[in-house]
């Protein structure tokens, strides 16, 4: 059973960092890409980071770029983000999702199995 775990989420001020962690099991972890998508109350799901695990090559949403870096523990089959310089319209329930295809694009219809989000708060 493909199961994915988010954890990490919590209240931090802006500038600050946080670190997400995706926990994973149940597939071929080098061969699968993970996502991390997120959703700020009223808007859409939209794509943060995407990494394909078979070459380790990485997909940014643009309002990210530069800030934030995703990066996948083989040994642990977990993949974590690293969010830097954080701001208030990062606030949104985070989610992290496999595509099993490995592709790691950021079209969310690619990723079959999500895991059950954690909350980023950014304060002012």
């Known amino acids: 059973e493909v199961q994915l775990q988010a954890s990490g989420g919590g209240l931090v001020q802006a500038g600050r960092s946080l670190t997400l962690h995706c926990e994973t099991s149940?597939?071929?972890?080098?061969?699968?890409?993970v996502g991390w998508f997120r959703q700020a109350p009223g808007k859409g799901r939209e794509a943060v980071a995407c990494?394909?695990?078979?070459?380790?090559?990485?997909n940014f949403g643009h309002s990210v770029r530069g800030r934030f870096t995703i990066s996948s523990d083989h040994a642990k089959s977990t993949v974590h983000l690293q969010m830097n310089n954080l701001t208030i319209e990062d606030t949104a329930v985070y989610y992290c999702a496999a595509d099993r295809w490995g592709t790691g694009t950021s079209k969310k219809s690619s990723y079959d199995y999500w895991g059950q989000g954690t909350q980023v708060t950014v304060s002012s």
């Open positions: 149940g597939f071929p972890f080098a061969d699968w890409a």
């Open positions: 990494i394909a695990n078979n070459d380790g090559i990485t």
